[in-house]
């Protein structure tokens, strides 16, 4: 019997009819002086955006418009990650070098 299943399991994947959760998905920014890259975004629902701190002055990540409202603590190195799990369009500063230091993250 298990060898039946492991055969059919088996077929199912080279058939490709077998559903696989998807891993979910991460992105990857990067907080810079004084930018984030990328600063446009587009990506699937129940996507986590992890910003990685790579410059040398304090930042954050704060969403001033959006379908959600999050904010980081200001730091110099280190990670924040959010899972985005609302559709819209997301306008997110560092609040200390706006308005130029702007990103937008669009979930579909
Ligand atoms: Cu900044």
């Not at 696989?20 to 004084?34: C, E, F, G, H, S």
């Not at 500063?93 to 990103?103: D, E, N, V």
């Amino acid at each position: 019997m298990k060898k039946l299943i492991a055969a059919a399991a088996a077929t199912a994947l080279a058939a490709g009819t077998l559903a696989i959760p998807a891993l979910a998905a991460t992105k990857t920014v990067q907080v810079k002086d004084n930018k984030f890259v990328a600063n446009k975004l587009t990506v699937s629902k129940g996507t986590t955006v992890k910003w990685v701190w790579k410059g040398k002055a304090p930042h954050n990540v704060t969403v001033t418009k959006g379908p959600a409202k999050f904010k980081s603590t200001t730091q110099v190195k280190g990670s924040f990650s959010k899972k985005l799990t609302k559709k819209g369009t997301y306008t997110i500063l560092c609040t200390i070098h706006a308005p130029g230091m702007k990103m937008t993250i669009k979930v579909k």
